[in-house]
């Protein structure tokens, strides 16, 4: 996933709240929807995005997007429910998040629908799985 439109960059990652992830589940194990995919999830605990990257992006700093705008790597979450329930795939799971350190928001473009969504360094994921 990446951000097709960025709206706001945080310079200090102050920026903290809820919002919804969505993962890969196999057996109650959940994993990253399209970066590091075999490195497992856990739940209640603070994860570091750095921690999740694949080796080959581990000394890079941003993400640049089609447009050739750049931001911070961090994990995607979704501001809105109704957003996670869009881009999620029939063998995804939501689950909802914490999330702290925001690096940017902005907007992940799914057919004619904006996503809201905020980068961010660090996440949670709280334990209740949401239909």
Known sequence: MCLDFIETT???GIRAGFGYAVF???NK???GEWFSVDKE????????EKDYREDAHKDEKY???ACFDKYLYGF??????KDAQT???????IKKVQYRKARASGYQT???RDLKVIVAKEIKILDREIK
């Not at 995607?76 to 429910?81: A, D, M, N, Q, R």
């Not at 999620?88 to 799971?93: A, D, K, L, Q, T």
């Open 24 to 26: 890969y589940s196999d």
């Open 87 to 93: 881009w999620r795939s029939p063998n995804e799971v």
């Open 29 to 31: 194990k959940l994993f």
């Open 41 to 48: 999830r856990l739940t209640n605990v603070w994860l570091k």
């Open 110 to 112: 799914i057919m004619t």
């Open 76 to 81: 995607h979450v979704f501001l809105y429910l």
């Open 63 to 65: 993400i640049i997007n």
């Open 10 to 12: 945080y310079p200090k």
